[in-house]
């Protein structure tokens, strides 16, 4: 399914209303060119977890009047993007005519259902009960089954999950001993444990964002006969559902005798018989399972864009699919994830050197280990 991302900023820096106002104009400006919204990540700077949820109304609203019957999913997180701007946004379109699209809602949290030859697909964003900030395990039980019973509502489960997105509010905070990040992990590992029955996990990004709570964005797929769906590993990583007891931080929640890893694929192929599309999940400087490069965010950001290159071998997606892929790297979409702001320039003038005329955002947002700077998850169409 060929998705068009658009990257958009304010034009004029001014109040938080007014930058939301002109970036929501040019995204109208986009669908009255003749593209259909799939899904909109709004990304925000707001001082604290109450004005993130009147600011995420006000914005939803907003969305909602912009574009009515036809409201994409959306997605709204405190993840700052570059100091000057309040607000960036990554906006996914697609051209009319190509999917049947229906938008739909469940509790409050839109969504899209895509329907064509190859199966019926959902793109979800901003599930959650925006409750119970300061409680990760029950921040996250609540996300995960709104995101279940979204599935359920569409006939589907969580083994139709291709690719997911996980935020996690001040993912490095250790309380009791226990990491945000490692309870969030052990809640992940009850949920498919109990509720996927197919083998391997779906591609995915786990990420911080300021103040608390835990967000997920989806995208599940029920494939026809015809969809070939497989995941892809990195010669130079070790998967990171074997990663060893020593990298994961903290001591196990009272529930378990030892530390759950991140449950995801480094990349997952969605291939039917026009298009093939790898999700690259959120990857960072990591070779076997140790951080390179600490300290280092020019290392560290060479480190993860040779990691990507990795996932994206055409040789190696060839003899996964078994099919002869004679394409050039065709990237989509990067979004890349930084510690510090000071790091924003450097960091954007690599992932431009290395991959021109990209869309590309960049945000603020803690990496899912203290030693780790930046994090950058992509889309490539292997056609």
């Known amino acids: 399914m060929p998705v068009k991302y658009f990257i958009v900023l304010p034009g004029v820096a001014g109040s938080f209303e007014e930058e939301c106002r002109?970036?929501?104009?040019?995204?109208?400006?986009i669908r009255n060119s003749g593209y259909t919204p799939l899904k909109i990540n709004i990304f925000i700077e707001q001082p604290d977890f109450e004005a993130f949820l009147s600011a995420r109304k006000s914005v939803a609203t907003a969305v909602d009047d912009a574009f009515k019957d036809a409201c994409p999913a959306l997605s709204i997180t405190v993840q700052p993007p570059e100091r000057s701007y309040k607000i960036a946004i990554e906006a996914a379109f697609i051209v009319p005519g190509s999917l049947k699209i229906t938008s739909k809602s469940y509790k409050s949290i839109p969504y899209i259902i895509c329907e064509s030859e190859s199966g019926k697909g959902i793109w979800a964003g901003g599930v959650s009960g925006y409750s119970h900030p300061d409680d990760t395990r029950i921040?996250?039980?609540?996300?995960?089954d709104l995101m279940l019973e979204i599935l359920e509502n569409?006939?589907?489960?969580?083994?139709?999950?291709?690719?997911?997105?996980?935020y996690i509010g001040n993912i490095l905070n250790v309380s009791e001993e226990i990491q945000n990040y490692q309870i969030f992990n052990e809640v992940r590992s009850e949920y498919y444990h109990r509720y996927r029955n197919t083998k391997g996990y779906p591609a995915a990004t786990?990420?911080?964002?300021?103040?608390?709570?835990v967000i997920l964005d989806f995208f599940a797929l029920k494939p026809d006969k015809s969809v070939i769906i497989n995941p892809v590993s990195n010669p130079d990583?070790?998967?990171?559902?074997?990663?060893g007891q020593q990298v994961l931080k903290g001591f196990p929640d009272k529930r378990n005798s030892i530390k759950h890893p991140p449950q995801f694929e480094r990349g997952l192929i969605l291939s039917n018989k026009k298009d093939t599309t790898l999700f690259i999940s959120?990857?960072?400087?990591?070779?076997?399972q140790d951080t390179i490069g600490a300290d280092d965010i020019g290392k560290q950001t060479l480190v993860t864009i040779e990691n990507i290159r990795k996932v994206a071998d055409r040789n190696r997606i060839s003899s996964i699919t078994g099919r002869q892929m004679l394409y050039e790297e065709k990237f989509s979409l990067l979004r890349v994830y930084i510690k510090r702001q000071n790091d924003f320039k450097l960091v954007r003038t690599i992932c431009s050197d290395h991959f021109p005329q990209i869309p590309a955002i960049f945000l603020e947002a803690d990496?899912?280990?203290?030693?780790l700077l930046v994090e950058i998850e992509a889309e490539v169409e292997l056609n």
């Open 206 to 213: 786990g990420i911080g964002m300021k103040h608390g709570g």
């Open 22 to 29: 002109q970036c929501l104009n040019q995204l109208v400006e």
């Open 139 to 144: 921040a996250a039980v609540k996300a995960f």
């Open 282 to 288: 959120g990857t960072a400087a990591i070779i076997g």
């Open 367 to 371: 990496i899912c280990r203290d030693d």
């Open 237 to 243: 990583q070790v998967n990171a559902y074997d990663y």
């Open 154 to 166: 569409e006939k589907m489960s969580a083994d139709n999950i291709v690719r997911q997105w996980n």
